[in-house]
């Protein structure tokens, strides 16, 4: 602590100008004697002692604003080390890694708490003028606060930001954005700080900085928090399967690994449990070999017609708890019940009908659907419960008979999706006859075409991946299908004729494809679009969305099927907030990208007139991602000469003038408050 | 009518208290008891006597031993019965004038035009030189820790010089006897010394805050005097004009006090209007008349205005 004038001290002699003024007020008064002194002595005898208290609070107050005014005249001031920088103006870009490894707890917070402190230090230590972006580095990298030279609301904006650490970690992408920020500046100075535990598994090559446009700017790596003193457990694998042993018992496979430290030697076991529906439904322990403990552990199987979820959680105490628990979502209620319906079964598997889509299915990956699929021939379809499908495929199937077609424009009515494909035995007079409730257009046969190629239709909201890997397809013949102006034509060919129509009947919906599902009309089923293609009207057609059964990554985004118009989609979060998104015209597959939390994620689906009757469509489990559970410190990445660091902090003298005289503001105000209440308190 | 008694009489220092101006301006002024008073000879005022006048006051039934000389024989002639007439008696007024010569009556606040004890003194003078016109009887005592000077009542010609000089006594300044007598021990003596019922008119600053101070008027009262009470107050006492900080003393005694005038105004003005009424209250109590008398006011007005307020009332 130090003076800039300390000179100015002299006036503290000031301070007796009060005291003198006191003493003066107690001097020898002017005499005046008073008949009815009696009355004056008693209207003064109630508010004496507190006068003279009064009197004396004055005289301090009086002294302390003099004393006060002084100082602050005197400018004092302290030597304050920055938290950061040398003081001066300069571009400050922040990386704070949010990965799930941040959400490690060390001396009762957490350490990406730790971060947003460090950072806000940081700010704080900024001089006015300075221009400031923060990035997100868990993946993928974003950017938390655009570059501003708001200095002071970017604090407040990181203040309030909700920073939850759940996924893998992108520091190089990171630091890209950073220096991209950096670029919208003007700053000259430019500056780096990188804030991250850097574990063993931080992607970060320092060998990449290299290639990113440096131009100058000074980069410091802060580590964050310390070495973790316990070792880590995650749970690495959790598969529920039915067990033939045990029957109406589901056994899960559970496999836990550790990071960290060697417990083999230790005899210590991992001690999981899980908890369905909220309560513990089997509890077990494995010892560790090798570093990783495996167990079996067995609850009662739920029914098959609901979608229950269980979660596998490690109880043994271990570093990070974030990645303790895995979820997995029983039963299958959410899957689309599919029947395929063969019009052309043959014996060589390659001619037959649904060679293709059958295959096709098979690889269909659980994060685009998870599927219950039946195969019929046409003639078996008489005999089919349709109740028991969402979707049917009719793959070139001959015009189904009057009572047949019936119940399919019943079955599409109620809710169902019917995926038409053409083919040689499809009978356009039949099917414009029996089914032209529920077709989206005429048919007016087949006819040869010559190689002709897709093209995006009128409506293609349907299909998110568009005409990719459709684009080489070459057409030999096509089911006409008569263009109408309010027509929905997901895909045309390129002489616009349509190639894919869809048409909204009841609370179904049938889709129309011009093309076959074998290589007898083209070589679309050869091309790598099929598959998305297939997937996109089984999506459509069920009005479901994307099921996904397999672990999705934290930060990922889903697209969701586009709901039909009054229609909507909703996501719930396992902290049960919810997102919906209603349906469009013309159609859009939304995307849903709020996948910052643990657990299973809800997809329902129900319609406007209706909308506390949604129906669970599909769910899906966002994951911790494993690389993040190895918490080993890593190497704090170190830059080539060429980089420099940020400069040391440097000390600062840092005035308090300024609240000095606010502290003389606030006296003044009290000593006239003092004195109005010494008058009105006689 | 009487005639106005002369002022010229009055000796020259004592007639400080009553020059020619002042009787020439009260000299219309006239006062008449309220109540009845005991008198030897006949005058203005009521008697609580029936005697020959030409007031009639009842008729009653003759009963033996009745002067005879009352029997109405005009009423026994129309109606057969024996009944005696009776008529009001009228009497002299036996006036006492006292007077607080405390030390709080000293005060004059560096004006003196507008001293206490002057100002009482001249308004008593002035009360007394009307009655003494009209032929009533005045006394007057001094008093100020004690009894200092009684003049019994007379309606002599050469009485209104001793009044005078009675009424000029110098006030007692000195502070160091402090307050050894109280008003009401003062009042109670003088109660015991005035005799048949009259008027009692004492001028005062009733500077004794004890309850019972003003007790012995209702004594007085009981007696069956007309009392009345003109509470003497300087503009200064009534204003609290001060300014700034002032070591203020008391007048009676040795004690003094600091204080803001301008701060602790208000709570002394509640504290004189609260003693004020107390004042008020207990005269009324007592059967008394009680006016307030501003030092700054012209005597005639405030005695004029008192004989107005009484005659209003019945008293004079």
Known sequence: ?682 | MTKPYPASKAPNAPSKLLDQALTERIASLRVRASRAVDGIRSGMHKSPHRGASVIFAEHRDYRPGDDLRMLDWRAYARNDRYTVKHFEQETHLRAHLLLDLSASMAFDGGSPNTHKATYAATLLAAFGWICLGQGDAVGAFAFDTDLRKALPARNRPDHLEALLSVLALPVAHDRTLGKSASLASCLTALSERVGRRGLVLLASDLLDTEPEALAPLSRLSALGHDVMVLHIMHPQELEFPFKHGLRFEDAESLDSLEADADSVRTAYLAELDTFMRQCKERCVSAGARYAVARTDRPVQEVLAGLLMSARRAGWA
């Open chain 1, 1 to 682: 602590m130090g003076l800039e004038t300390p000179l100015a001290l002299l006036g503290l002699l000031g301070i007796v100008i009060p005291l003198v003024v006191h003493r003066m007020r107690n001097r020898e008064l002017p005499r005046v004697v008073l008949p009815t002194f009696a009355l004056l002595s008693r209207a003064l005898a109630r508010s004496q002692s507190k006068r003279a208290f009064t009197d004396l609070l004055l005289l301090v107050v009086r002294i302390a604003v003099i004393a006060a005014a002084v100082i602050a005249l005197a400018a004092p001031y302290v030597r304050s080390r920055l938290r950061f920088g040398d003081g001066r103006r300069a571009n400050v870009a922040i990386v704070i890694d949010d990965s799930l490894s941040m959400a490690r707890r060390e001396g009762g917070s957490s350490l990406i708490e730790a971060e947003r402190t460090r950072a806000r230090e940081v700010l704080a230590a900024l001089p006015d003028g300075s221009e400031v972006s923060v990035v997100l580095a868990g993946k993928p990298a974003r950017v938390l606060i655009p570059l501003t030279r708001d200095v002071s609301n970017a604090a407040r904006t990181l203040e309030r930001a909700p920073l939850s650490a759940v996924r893998s970690n992108d520091l190089g992408q990171a630091l890209e954005l950073a220096l991209r920020q950096q670029h919208r500046g003007v700053l000259a100075e430019r500056r780096v700080l990188v804030l991250s535990d850097f574990a063993r598994h931080t992607a970060l090559n320092p060998a990449e900085l290299k290639g990113f446009e440096l131009e100058g700017a000074a980069i410091s790596f802060e580590r964050i928090g310390t070495a973790p003193d316990k070792p880590n457990l995650y749970v690495a694998h959790a598969h529920a399967t039915a067990d033939p042993t045990r029957p109406n018992e589901t056994s899960i496979a559970i496999e836990i690994r550790s990071t960290g430290s060697d417990l083999d030697g230790e005899g210590l076991q991992a001690r999981v449990e899980v908890e369905v529906n909220g309560k513990v439904a089997s509890r077990g322990s494995a010892p560790f070999e090798r570093g990783v403990a495996k167990t079996v552990l067995h609850i009662p199987s739920p029914p098959a017609s609901e979608t229950t979820q269980a979660v596998v959680r490690i109880v043994t105490d271990d570093a990070l708890a974030a990645d303790n628990q895995a979820s997995i979502v029983l039963g299958d209620a959410d899957a689309v019940r599919l029947l395929l319906v063969n019009g052309d079964p043959q014996p060589a598997s390659r001619n037959d009908e649904l060679y293709y889509v059958t295959r096709a299915l098979a690889l269909m990956p659980p994060l685009e659907l998870t599927l219950h699929t039946q195969t019929v021939d046409a003639l078996s379809l008489a005999h089919v419960d349709l109740s028991g499908s969402d979707v049917v495929i009719l793959a070139n199937v001959p015009a189904p008979e009057a009572a047949l077609a019936k119940r399919l424009v019943d079955f599409v009515e109620a809710g169902g999706g019917l995926i038409i494909a053409a083919g040689p035995r499809v009978d356009a007079a039949a099917y414009n006859a029996r089914l032209g409730g529920v077709l989206p257009s005429h048919v007016r046969g087949s006819a040869r075409c010559n190689d002709l190629h897709f093209a995006l239709g009128s409506s293609p909201g349907a299909l998110p991946e568009g005409l990719a890997g459709l684009r080489e397809v070459r057409s030999k013949e096509r089911l006409l299908i008569e263009p109408q102006a309010q027509l929905e034509s997901l895909l045309s060919y390129e002489d616009e004729l349509p190639a894919l129509v869809a048409r909204n009947q009841g609370e179904g919906r049938c889709l129309l494809l011009a093309a076959s599902l074998d290589t007898e009309y083209g070589d679309l089923p050869l091309r790598p679009g099929f598959l998305p293609l297939l997937a996109a009207m089984i999506r459509d057609a069920a009005g479901a969305t994307a099921a996904a059964r397999a672990n999705v990554a934290p930060g990922d985004s889903i697209t969701l099927s586009a709901p039909r118009p009054d229609h909507f989609v909703e996501v719930r979060a396992p902290g049960g907030q919810t997102q919906r998104f209603w349906g469009q015209q013309p159609a859009e597959a939304p995307k849903f990208s709020a996948t910052d939390a643990l657990g299973v994620f809800e997809i329902r689906a129900g319609a406007a007139a209706n909308e506390h009757a949604a129906k669970l469509k599909a769910t899906f489990v966002v994951a911790p991602p494993q690389d993040e559970s190895d918490l080993t410190p890593g190497v704090v990445p170190e830059l080539g000469a060429d980089v420099q660091p940020i400069a040391e902090p440097v000390t600062v003298h840092v005035p308090f003038a300024p609240w000095l005289w606010l502290a003389v503001f606030g006296l003044v105000v009290l000593e006239g408050v003092l004195r109005v209440r010494r008058r009105w308190a006689v």
